[in-house]
């Protein structure tokens, strides 16, 4: 009798394990917020090849399927996968091989810590970034007279922080052919009393920047690997590539087919004529881990380095208003030739007068709303009537929170009293479309996103300043800014119907964080770490 009842048991177990769906994947005990329409939570989801097959509480999907990997989340909060809407990928994976000169005090620290990279890495060029002058007491641009005494026979190029100015050493110099200044369109090569200081605006950094010899095949997956291992350790799941060249599209494609390169990658294309040949040619790319359909064109320059194009004079500077990085009409021709073959349009505007002359250009082109997403990159300084420009052709604000905190020091002293008021203004900009997509401009920023949520949430930086906040009306919600990092991030590529959230049918991209962000003090949001994160299901990042 009991082996005859023992037979019956393993049959109903038998009976029940067939009357269960077959996942991959599933993930129960959880807080897991969705990012759907609602905004729900749930506890639990099942994977199977890749996508999300069902959501719900615990009991129900574990019985409704079963799966060879399970995983028990304890509590913990689990999110979508988050996606970084500006970024420069191979640009952090690059500047990981450089001397980092970021957060240094002063010329002197910057010199000390190049003299000591230089020591373990003796040969070629010697380069490094990060630097920022706004740092340093007194707040004035380096000149080369300290690096030609420390390296009289190697040539030295230092980009500063944002990317718009650059140091460099005579040695620099005499290789770039540069031995004097001279009027160049969006850029300038700095120089006094007749002689040229080593300090190159915008356009001025390529002709020394060229000279150096590009990375190898082999160098440039090592710069994809390491960029790729640190951002999912910060739980990023899609990089927007923001004014890349088809070369590295097509290395990336290589990577990604021979499932190396694991990273969604979100591709715009830089201004340059072959890029636009390339893809003109081939036309819109679109796989699970890859999409290009999108060019990058720099508007104008950074305000740091006073480059930024301003509808007046720089508030610290009055014989200086900054400048567009080409004219007019360049812009303009690009954007009907965009319209026309259907691709995206992203345009860095950092200075109001940029901002507005890349808005009238866009208005005047798509000529009212519509769905093309084309997008402004930065939107930095808005002058008050010009927001609405953003809401009358749907034109998509792309902003990066931390570069408010770490702009806030010095920003009022370039703007003046009154223009700082359209500045970092993310709520005004959100209230334009209904939505606004997040991300950092790594390594203009540093990659972690918690310091994104903070930033746009809390308006301070990561020492708590200021009291109060940074023209906090300009906050946005704990709600809005998890939005901008994920569901809104992806509806800026084109890819919200199958990224962003977790739900049913979607790509099963997720992180398991230590605590929640949506309930977490200002204090726990920056002490948040990510213990998990998966792409299509897959484990790519676990903490130690």
């Known amino acids: 009798m009991k082996g005859f009842l023992t037979v019956l048991s393993a049959a109903a177990l ?115 970034n990060g630097w920022d002058q706004n740092d340093w007491p007194g707040k004035q641009f380096p000149d080369k007279t300290k690096l030609d005494q ?80 640190n951002c999912f350790a910060a739980g990023l799941t899609t990089i927007d590539d923001c004014g890349s060249n088809y070369e590295l599209v097509n290395l990336i494609e290589k990577m990604q087919a021979g499932h190396k390169l694991k990273m969604r990658m979100y591709v715009m294309l830089s201004d340059h004529q072959p890029n636009y040949d390339y893809l003109f040619k081939r036309g819109a790319i679109k796989t699970e881990r890859l999409n290009v359909r999108a060019f990058k064109v720099m508007g104008d320059g950074a305000l740091g380095s006073r480059g930024a194009c301003l509808l007046h004079p720089y508030h610290d500077m009055p014989d200086k208003s900054g400048f567009l990085l080409s004219n007019p009409e360049h812009f303009e021709a690009i954007a009907k030739k965009l ?116 930033a746009a949430t809390i308006r301070k930086d990561a020492s708590n300043y200021p009291e109060g906040g940074f023209q906090k009306e300009n906050g946005l919600s704990k709600e809005e800014t998890l939005r901008g990092m994920t569901i809104w991030a992806a509806k800026a590529n084109f890819e919200e119907q199958e990224k962003g959230s977790i739900e049913t049918g979607k790509f099963a991209d997720f992180v398991i964080l230590d605590q929640d962000l949506l309930k977490a003090s200002p204090a726990q949001i920056l002490n948040t770490q990510v213990l998990k994160t998966y792409i299509n299901g897959e484990k790519v990042y676990e903490k130690k």
């Open 14 to 128: 038998l009976s029940v394990s067939c009357s269960k769906q077959k996942a991959d994947l599933i993930l129960y005990n959880g807080q897991v917020y969705t990012v759907n329409g609602a905004f729900d939570t749930v506890q639990a989801f099942a994977v199977k090849d890749g996508k999300i097959l069902a959501t719900g509480n615990t009991e129900e999907i574990r019985k409704s399927y079963t799966a060879p990997e399970e995983i028990d989340a304890l509590g913990k909060p689990v999110y979508p996968g988050f996606i970084d809407a500006h970024a420069h990928f191979f640009g952090y994976g690059q500047s990981l091989q450089d001397a980092d000169l970021r957060e240094a005090k002063s010329w002197e620290e910057v010199c000390g810590r190049l003299t000591e990279f230089a020591k373990t890495h003796p040969d070629g060029w010697l380069t490094g």
């Open 150 to 229: 420390l390296f009289p026979e190697r040539p030295v190029f230092l980009t500063r922080i944002d990317g718009h100015a650059a140091i460099a050493n005579q040695k620099a110099l005499d290789a770039a052919g540069l031995t004097k200044s001279y009027v160049l369109t969006g850029g300038e090569i700095v120089s006094k009393n007749g002689k040229l200081t080593g300090l190159l605006i915008d356009n001025a950094t390529s002709l020394v920047e060229n000279k150096i010899q590009a990375p190898s095949p082999q160098q440039m997956e090592k710069i994809l690997m390491d960029a790729q291992q």
């Open 339 to 454: 319209a026309e073959k259907n691709f995206q349009m992203c345009t860095h505007a950092i200075g109001d007068s940029a901002n507005r002359t890349i808005l009238k250009i866009y208005n005047k082109v798509l000529g009212g709303k519509n769905d093309k997403r084309w997008r402004i990159e930065h939107a930095q300084v808005i002058a008050p009537e010009d927001f609405d420009l953003f809401g009358k052709a749907n034109i998509i604000p792309s902003v990066q929170p931390t570069h408010a905190t770490s702009d806030m020091y010095w920003a009022a002293d370039r703007l003046g009293p009154e223009r700082i008021k359209g500045a970092y203004a993310f709520k005004q900009l959100l209230k334009q479309n209904g939505w606004i997509p997040l991300g950092t401009d790594f390594p203009v920023e540093q990659i972690n996103p918690m310091l994104t949520f903070y």
